[in-house]
T-cell receptor, first 116, second 116 residues
Framework: DTEVTQTPKHLVMGMTNKKSLKCEQH?????MYWYKQKAKKPPELMFV???????INESVPSRFSPECPNSSLLNLHLHALQPEDSALYLC???????????????FGDGTRLSIL | AQSVTQLGSHVSVSEGALVLLRCNYS??????LFWYVQYPNQGLQLLLK??????LVKGINGFEAEFKKSETSFHLTKPSAHMSDAAEYFC??????????????FGTGTRLQVTL
């Protein structure tokens, strides 16, 4: 069982739809991450939240909009996605930043997203 | 910038044989190193980590890795492979400094196949 919970597990959406991915952790971690993973590739970092503030945006297109409502929740809002955005979207959390960068990231099982 | 090289995108071993997955890193500062495993349709699970101290690190499922600074390596080993070890393995280095969030740089991954 993973300690980072992602919903939904699967999502199929059209290019004009708006949907959201949800991530939740109750480990008291203060850093949360979104990754995109294509088949047979390593995860690619998209966003990092640290203490509920956006810390890193890896030049992600604006059709992806992250939100961190509180220290346990992380959302990824999706709008007008393209077929190439089809991928596994992984959420992760870790104990924090800076001096805590030696702490491992804990991953959820991901949301498999398909864009029609 | 830090980087990770995993030699061999695909490794095949017989059940009961030694598993050796290679990882070399590049870092301008003392690195924090991690091995993750990903089973089909799942997220990444932490196998083990090296931060400071003992250079031989033991992880879950009988895996271990040795940090060799002179060789900039962090190879993953297991004395006896089991069918359940078949998965994708990622080596990663953590990049972070005071005031910034932790970022993981992943290698390209090694798919381990275990045969009877």
């Amino acid at each position: 069982d993973t300690e980072v919970t992602q919903t939904p597990k699967h999502l199929v959406m059209g290019m004009t739809n708006k949907k959201s991915l949800k991530c939740e952790q109750h480990m008291g971690h203060r850093a949360m991450y979104w990754y995109k993973q294509k088949a047979k590739k390593p995860p690619e970092l998209m966003f990092v939240y640290s203490y509920e503030k956006l810390s890193i945006n890896e030049s992600v297109p604006s059709r992806f909009s992250p939100e961190c409502p509180n220290s346990s929740l992380l959302n990824l809002h999706l709008h007008a996605l393209q077929p190439e955005d089809s991928a596994l979207y992984l959420c992760a959390s870790s104990q924090g930043q800076g001096a805590w960068s030696n702490q491992p990231q804990h991953f959820g099982d991901g949301t498999r997203l398909s864009i029609l | 910038a830090q980087s990770v090289t995993q030699l061999g995108s695909h490794v095949s071993v017989s059940e009961g044989a030694l598993v050796l997955l290679r990882c070399n890193y590049s870092s301008s500062v003392p690195p924090y190193l991690f091995w993750y495993v990903q089973y089909p349709n799942q997220g990444l699970q932490l196998l083990l980590k090296y931060t400071t101290g003992a250079t031989l690190v033991k992880g879950i499922n009988g895996f271990e890795a040795e940090f060799k600074k002179s060789e900039t390596s962090f190879h993953l080993t297991k004395p006896s492979a089991h069918m359940s070890d078949a998965a994708e393995y990622f080596c990663a280095v953590s990049e972070g400094s005071t005031g910034t969030a932790s970022k993981l740089t992943f290698g390209t991954g090694t798919r381990l196949q275990v045969t009877l």
